[in-house]
């Protein structure tokens, strides 16, 4: 993984971004960009991949006007908040983006947006964020937490009937066994609750074992997921495993090896979804890195281009005019169909995904089957945003 890091660093000069001019480029008002992410730690491929699709969307878009500033957050919420604070107050940053983990984005994201800031998020979507508390300035382009675990409730309560749930204990994870929970209708044969960053899982595998089980819905994003994949194999536990796209994203599965291999999960994308801009992302990612992007990457492309244009339509300086260009969505994003709810927060398909081995031995994501159409969140009506 390290020597992902030094080629995205080379390619991204030191994190900075001068870019090109283009004639549409020349139109746009200057823009500064703050990006936060992980990239350091068991939860860095996830911050690695979000990074590099976002400085990707931006080198192509030959935009001059764009400034992007990128730190490492290390996946520590109070060096998070130093960042941002840096960002804002020296830096001058009007936009902030890239937090992975929702604990650091409840760390971060309210005090920027109560300073004017905007943040867009690449991923972490917390209920706390979503509802009574939702911001105006405040845009999550990926999903709401729930928004993907709710979908494997509904394939679980299809296709099992006592199930046993795990996740961290953390705003992320425990917004996952909620949205989980809304829409399974079978017996639960228990609930574990993990720590953030936990390596062992030993003693969670045993409870397994021991549970009744005919299946296993997890959450463990980044390191954690693959630790537990390769314990759980290692254990010739054989009760099936569910989760969401975050347990076997791209990033995760080459580590994971051939024990993901026929498992059920879910996500607003996948590297097979038959849509122009979809294709053309996954073509330029892998020309640049040599690799498949995962969601998290194809979100903080998506998040990169709604950026762009706003920016193509409203000066930033104008909070106003840019809310309004962010909240129209007038992007092709790589999930087709994408908008904002009324808390700005995504409405848009979630499909139910199986790892497969591609003929050159990689191993990825296909869509089996749509889980929700035009799907939104459990918390938009709490939401008072005009």
């Known amino acids: 993984m390290n020597s992902r890091f030094a080629s995205s660093a080379a390619a991204l000069g030191a994190f900075g971004l001068a870019l090109a001019t283009s004639p549409a480029a020349l139109q746009a008002a200057p823009l500064k960009v703050g990006m936060i992410t992980t990239l350091s730690g068991a939860g860095a491929g996830l911050g690695v991949d979000a990074r590099d699709a976002f400085a990707l969307a931006l080198k192509r878009a030959d935009n001059p006007e764009v400034t992007l500033i990128v730190e490492d957050d290390a996946q520590k919420p109070e060096l998070a908040v130093q960042i941002a604070d840096k960002m804002i107050q020296s830096d001058g940053v009007d936009v902030l983006t890239g937090i992975i983990w929702s604990n650091l984005a409840m760390a971060v994201a309210p005090n920027a947006v109560d300073q004017g800031i905007f943040y867009l998020s690449v991923n972490a979507g917390p209920s706390a964020l979503a509802g009574a508390n939702c911001h105006e300035n405040y845009f999550n382009v990926a999903y709401q937490n ?99 796209g975050f347990s076997f994203s791209q ?127 459990a918390y938009a009506e709490a939401c008072k945003l005009p």
């Open 146 to 244: 729930d928004n993907f675990h709710e979908a494997m409730g509904q394939y679980a309560a299809r296709t099992y009937a006592n199930t046993l749930i795990m996740a961290p204990n953390y705003p992320a994870g425990l917004d996952a066994l909620t949205g989980f929970k809304r829409y399974y209708t079978g017996e639960l044969a228990g609930e574990i609750h993990t720590q953030v960053g936990q390596s062992d899982y030993a003693a969670e595998i045993a409870q397994i074992r021991a549970s009744g089980a005919d299946s296993v819905f997890f959450f463990l994003p980044g390191g954690m997921g693959i630790a537990f994949l390769k314990q759980y194999a290692q254990s010739g536990v054989e009760i099936p495993l569910i989760g969401p």
């Open 251 to 377: 990033d995760v599965l080459p580590a994971v090896g051939d024990a993901a291999l026929g498992v059920r999960n879910s996500a607003s994308w996948a590297p097979d979804l038959d849509n122009e801009a979809s294709r053309a992302f996954v073509e330029a990612f892998k020309a640049e890195y040599g690799r498949l992007p995962s969601i998290y990457a194809a979100q903080a492309w998506d998040t990169a281009n709604l950026l762009l244009s706003a920016q193509a339509k409203a000066d930033v300086k104008d909070p106003e005019a840019f809310r309004a260009a962010l909240k129209e969505a007038d992007f092709a994003s790589v999930r087709g169909k994408f908008g904002f709810n009324t808390n700005n927060h995504p409405i848009q398909d979630i499909y139910v995904r199986e790892v497969v081995k591609l003929d050159d031995g990689t191993l990825t994501n296909r869509i089996v089957e749509t889980a929700f159409t035009d799907h939104g969140d």
